[in-house]
């Protein structure tokens, strides 16, 4: 694994945007997972701000809340929307995520599935990670799903996702996502941690241990990956 230390979120922020843009320099019709929640927000801020070309670029988000209307404020749908496609020259065929209004949840799975295998697989998948370790809505478990499935959030997810909503009962019990194995047959995986909170996880992580109480650590399997953190995520280690 490459690790990539910054001075703080700004930094690694720009660090992560060069790192997206030299994927597509290299391969402009590259398909590029990509990921919600805080932390990869000001990448996108600075991909917006790039000039890069996404017009031959397919993306595939990680997750989604279910159920929730694509409308909905909270959902993944619309921070993406918010945060990057409606910034840069992505076309809209080239865009996938999840429905989280789909009737069959299962179904919707098998699909997403198939989408990410007729596109080629993922060249790039960019990940956040959770205070818990989970990786996309990976959440530490006995076991761990291969494929594109539906899940239930932990408590911890659960209370560290309820900022965003008006009350914690608001926030969804559930959420379709990428599976471990999905997320491993990328060829490249970035990894992206920022602040104290993610420094223990980040320590386990860089233990080389794989457990599934802690999904992020199978990371430690795959070939090409690159964690960029800042100093608060880091230090001590």
């Given at each position: 694994?490459?690790?990539?230390?910054?001075?703080?979120?700004?930094?690694?922020?720009?660090?992560?945007?060069?790192?997206?843009?030299?994927?597509?320099?290299?391969?402009?019709?590259?398909?590029?997972?990509?990921?919600?929640?805080?932390?990869?927000?000001?990448?996108?801020?600075?991909?917006?701000?790039?000039?890069?070309?996404?017009?031959?670029?397919?993306?595939?988000?990680?997750?989604?809340y279910?159920?929730?209307?694509?409308?909905?404020?909270?959902?993944?749908?619309?921070?993406?929307?918010?945060?990057?496609?409606?910034?840069?020259?992505?076309?809209k065929?080239?865009?996938?995520?999840?429905?989280?209004?789909?009737?069959?949840?299962?179904?919707?799975?098998?699909n997403?599935?198939?989408l990410?295998?007729?596109?080629?697989?993922?060249?790039?998948?960019?990940?956040?990670?959770?205070?818990?370790?989970?990786?996309?809505?990976?959440?530490?478990?006995?076991?761990?799903?291969?494929?594109?499935?539906?899940?239930?959030?932990?408590?911890?997810?659960?209370?560290?996702?309820?900022?965003?909503?008006?009350?914690?009962?608001?926030?969804?019990?559930?959420?379709?996502?990428?599976?471990?194995?999905?997320?491993?047959k990328?060829?490249?995986?970035?990894?992206?941690?920022?602040?104290?909170?993610?420094?223990?996880?980040?320590?386990?992580?860089l233990?080389?241990?794989?457990?599934?109480?802690?999904?992020?650590?199978?990371?430690?399997?795959?070939?090409?990956?690159?964690?960029?953190?800042?100093?608060?995520?880091?230090?001590?280690?």
């Amino acid at each position: 694994m490459r690790i990539i230390i910054c001075e703080n979120y700004e930094e690694m922020s720009e660090k992560a945007a060069e790192f997206v843009k030299s994927q597509i320099m290299l391969k402009p019709a590259s398909v590029i997972g990509l990921p919600t929640g805080s932390t990869p927000i000001g990448m996108y801020d600075k991909l917006s701000d790039l000039d890069i070309d996404f017009s031959e670029v397919t993306t595939f988000n990680l997750d989604e809340y279910y159920p929730i209307k694509k409308d909905n404020n909270q959902s993944y749908y619309y921070f993406m929307n918010k945060n990057l496609y409606s910034r840069v020259n992505l076309k809209k065929e080239n865009v996938f995520i999840p429905s989280g209004e789909a009737d069959d949840a299962q179904k919707e799975c098998e699909n997403y599935e198939k989408l990410i295998k007729e596109r080629g697989g993922l060249d790039l998948q960019v990940l956040g990670i959770g205070q818990n370790g989970h990786i996309g809505f990976n959440e530490p478990s006995d076991s761990l799903d291969a494929f594109t499935h539906i899940t239930s959030l932990t408590e911890n997810t659960i209370d560290a996702n309820s900022r965003f909503f008006e009350k914690r009962e608001d926030v969804p019990t559930k959420a379709l996502t990428m599976g471990i194995a999905t997320i491993m047959k990328a060829k490249k995986i970035l990894l992206l941690a920022s602040g104290n909170e993610k420094k223990a996880i980040v320590s386990a992580l860089l233990k080389n241990k794989i457990d599934t109480e802690i999904p992020a650590t199978v990371l430690s399997m795959h070939s090409d990956v690159t964690l960029i953190c800042d100093r608060a995520a880091y230090i001590g280690l």
